[in-house]
């Protein structure tokens, strides 16, 4: 019957473009979970943590490398507003005060803060970008180490100065007592000459014996900086 041959035809089109679709679904699903499996492993081969927030600040998602000094567990961040999860920090304020700076451009921001993590205080520099509508990422780099390397190298550098400096004083006051010490030699010379040629009761025997013992005390003095 023709109705009847119609309809079959009808419904084994219908099947066909079912399984189809099917098909093809089951594919787009294969290549969908390859394609997370592969971002996953990208992911974790990242050093630096990385988070996921919406436009109230609630973390939805978040990437932790192992041995981050931020935080021990990943249940402790998703789902935390940011505010939770620093304490003590400028994280909260730097990051919602660039909220509508990255919504509205294509341009990553930078900054820096300090946070308290596993093990003390340390040093993260952040950028941050808006994904989509509502959605923000910020990447997370530990510069703790680094930034300590050249807080002491800093050190190392004034101390460095500082010895240069003293040093050259040194050799500046040692010249100046070569030179004071040569003029007290003439001063002491002098004045045994002097002395040579008076008695005790001359007028100005006991002058010139003060200043004999004056450049005497002087001379102890300028040969401990030489």
Known sequence: ???????????????????????????????????EQKIRAILNAMPDTMILFDSDCVVTECHIPAGSPLFAVKK???????????P???????????????????????????????SGRIYIEAKM???????????MQDVTEPRKAAEESEKLQAQLIHAQKM????????????????????????SDMALDTMKNTDPYYADFTEIKTAAEKSAKLTKQLL
Do not use: W
């Not at 989509?132 to 990447?139: D, E, H, K």
């Not at 004083?169 to 002098?190: E, K, P, Q, T, W």
């Open 167 to 190: 040093e050259s004083v040194g050799r500046l006051a040692g010249g100046v007592a070569h030179d004071f010490n040569n003029m007290l030699s003439v001063i002491l010379g002098r």
């Open 88 to 118: 003590e920090s400028s994280f909260p304020e730097l990051a919602k005060s660039r909220m509508p700076i990255v919504a509205n451009s294509n341009i990553a921001t930078s900054f820096s803060f300090e946070a308290q993590g596993k």
């Open 76 to 86: 402790t961040i998703k789902g935390s507003l940011i505010d939770k999860i620093f």
């Open 129 to 139: 970008a808006a994904c989509s509508a509502g959605t923000y990422l910020v990447i």
């Open 1 to 35: 019957e023709p109705a009847y041959l119609v309809e079959l035809c009808f419904r084994a089109r219908r099947e066909r473009s079912l399984l189809r679709a099917q098909d093809l679904l089951e594919e787009r699903t294969i290549l969908l979970k390859e394609s």
